[in-house]
């Protein structure tokens, strides 16, 4: 499988032009039609119905699965938590922390709200987000996080 991944992700960035990846990689939701797209790039990367299958199984979804290869992109990924940074009030702490969102997202295509209370986060603040936002700015966050995974799914 970790070949797979590796061929996979060398051909998929020789492709990053293609319709469906680019909806992917700018957090646009996906069709059906590009679900079918990104799985007969995956068979031309090398792949073969039972790697597939076993992908979509683990990652919970062809979409995740070509994300978490790919990634997101780091403007959609900003342009998803800029009401986070608008009007200049927030402080050094939160723009970090935010920063450190997009860094992982703009690397892994999606993240599950649990990692927010790990390091590097937790790097920032003992506490993760609660350390640095109010409460309903840690809400929003997580809906953030999973409206991002969502458009992946398609």
Request: aromatic share 6%; glycine share 8%.
């Given at each position: 499988?970790?070949?797979?991944?590796?061929?996979?992700?060398?051909?998929?960035?020789?492709?990053?032009?293609?319709?469906?990846?680019?909806?992917?990689?700018?957090?646009?939701?996906?069709?059906?039609?590009?679900?079918?797209?990104?799985?007969?790039?995956?068979?031309?990367?090398?792949?073969?119905?039972?790697?597939?299958?076993?992908?979509?199984?683990?990652?919970?979804?062809?979409?995740?699965?070509?994300?978490?290869?790919?990634?997101?992109d780091?403007?959609?990924?900003?342009?998803?938590?800029?009401?986070?940074?608008?009007?200049?009030?927030a402080?050094?702490?939160q723009i970090?922390f935010?920063?450190?969102?997009?860094?992982?997202?703009?690397?892994t295509?999606?993240?599950?709200?649990?990692?927010?209370?790990?390091?590097?986060?937790?790097?920032v603040?003992?506490?993760?987000?609660?350390?640095?936002?109010?409460?309903?700015?840690?809400?929003?966050?997580?809906?953030?996080?999973?409206?991002?995974?969502?458009?992946?799914?398609?």
């Amino acid at each position: 499988m970790a070949k797979f991944k590796e061929k996979a992700r060398v051909f998929l960035k020789e492709h990053e032009s293609h319709l469906a990846l680019q909806r992917l990689r700018r957090n646009q939701p996906l069709t059906g039609v590009d679900l079918e797209e990104l799985e007969m790039m995956l068979l031309q990367a090398g792949g073969n119905a039972a790697l597939i299958a076993e992908a979509k199984e683990k990652s919970h979804g062809l979409g995740l699965f070509v994300r978490s290869l790919v990634g997101l992109d780091r403007e959609a990924a900003m342009q998803a938590f800029s009401e986070f940074l608008q009007g200049g009030t927030a402080t050094a702490n939160q723009i970090e922390f935010i920063n450190l969102i997009v860094e992982e997202l703009t690397q892994t295509g999606i993240m599950e709200s649990g990692r927010l209370f790990e390091s590097p986060f937790t790097d920032v603040n003992a506490q993760g987000p609660a350390g640095v936002f109010a409460p309903a700015k840690v809400t929003e966050i997580v809906q953030v996080l999973e409206v991002i995974r969502a458009r992946a799914v398609a």
